[in-house]
């Protein structure tokens, strides 16, 4: 039953993203000012979505872990898992991001990279969570979750800074396009494609980070076993 | 202050004043990164003056790692470091030390550095130079209490040495852009670092409490 749920939900989810490519590629019309480019909004902005999503499930993961650790150890085991996954599936999210920005950029503003609030927000966040991953590849026992859910806790604390430093300092990228000024929002020929992407691509990565999940409480599952064998052997 | 503080401080204080160990290590480094960076760059006039303020905050930068590492590694030594663990006072206090000693280390790099920097970079300071005293200071204590708080988590694992600038440097990434946007701009007096300030003081509010408050959680993690 779980696993026809699972292969189900795989096949929406690809369908889905068939789907959204066919409306984001022949459906919605060329984009008035930017022309074809602008067709990479239908993959960079849903990943940037998710993306932050996900590193926001990695700090309530954290923050779980950290509250529960004492109390409900089984409960913090869960929190582990989420935190971990969330940030790991958010940096490879993270990356598509930085992939399709630079490009789009290329052709928008005529330059790669420029060190604008968001830009640079972004990076450095794919940066604190690229170092929380290899902070729980380094460290080794049972503290690592401690430590990998303070820094996290961290990382987080530093993203509000690092936007309001880089907006003080210099700024490129568009106001927002949704619920931003008057003037913004798509053109409804553009939104419905739009939508189609966001939700393919928003399944898709729920699917990841559950997969991603289960293999780490497999994994947390498998190490207690060591653990008490380990124990058992030695009476 | 209480007395776990002072006698941490003091300790530190004297290990330091007997071996001037993390003290030379860093002037040195700090003298090297500055040499490496003039012959890359050759400064001249005003590119000098742009890039001095930047040169100088990721000079103190790397040299304060390989001595924050330090600052942790020597209580591994004997089990002190278990020792203090068990002792029945707030890690706090012990964190709070740490950084004041390793924030006076930094400072008086800083302060013997200065000379030299000034003749290396032919600089004239254009803006208020007292406002310097404002912005090194505050730069410095964000690098050196997030430093000694992630050196303390670092010492928890496999390779140490290595991981402590990997964390530290993202986290401090903001702080180190606020003080070298200010340094230049009092250097080259074109603009109000105010609000610059302004940002390193709030983040350095921010992170010494959260840094005071979760200390004990990586201190004692098991």
Known sequence: ?235 | MTSALWTHLVKDLRIEWRSKDAINSMLFFALLVVVLFSISFDPRGDFARDIAGGVLCVATMFASVSALNQAWAREIRHQVLDAQRMAPTPGAELFLAKVLANFLFVTIVQIALAPVFLVIYNLRIQGNPWQLALVLPLGTWALVANGTFFAALAIRSRNRELLLPLILFPIFLPALLAMVVATKSILTGESDPSLWIKLLVGYDIIFTTVSLLLFDVIFHAE
């Open chain 1, 1 to 235: 039953m779980k696993k026809l749920a699972i292969g189900l939900y795989a096949a929406i989810t690809v369908a889905l993203m068939i789907w959204g490519f066919y409306q984001a590629i022949y459906v919605a019309p060329t984009d008035a000012m930017q022309g074809e480019i602008f067709r990479i909004i239908f993959y960079h902005v849903p990943s940037a979505s998710v993306a932050f999503l996900f590193f926001a499930i990695s700090l309530l993961g954290s923050i779980g872990y950290l509250a529960y650790r004492h109390s409900h150890p089984e409960w913090a085991q869960v929190a582990d898992a989420w935190a971990l996954a969330g940030a790991e599936v958010g940096v490879v999210f993270c990356t598509v991001v930085l992939t399709t920005g630079p490009l789009w950029g290329r052709r928008a503003w005529g330059i790669w990279w420029t060190w604008d609030a968001r830009l640079t927000t972004t990076l450095v966040l794919w940066l604190i969570y690229v170092s929380y991953l290899l902070l729980r590849r380094f460290a080794a026992g049972p503290q690592v979750q401690t430590l990998a859910a303070v820094l996290g806790i961290f990382g987080a604390l530093d993203v509000p800074i690092v936007y309001m430093s880089n907006r003080w300092w210099r700024t490129q990228h568009p106001a927002p396009v949704f619920g931003g000024a008057e003037g913004s929002g798509m053109d409804k020929s553009m939104l419905g494609p739009f939508m189609w992407n966001m939700l393919a691509w928003m399944m898709w990565g729920v699917f990841i980070l559950i997969l991603r999940y289960n293999v780490e409480r497999k994994h947390q599952q498998y190490a207690t076993e060591e653990a008490e064998e380990a124990l058992a052997a030695n009476f």
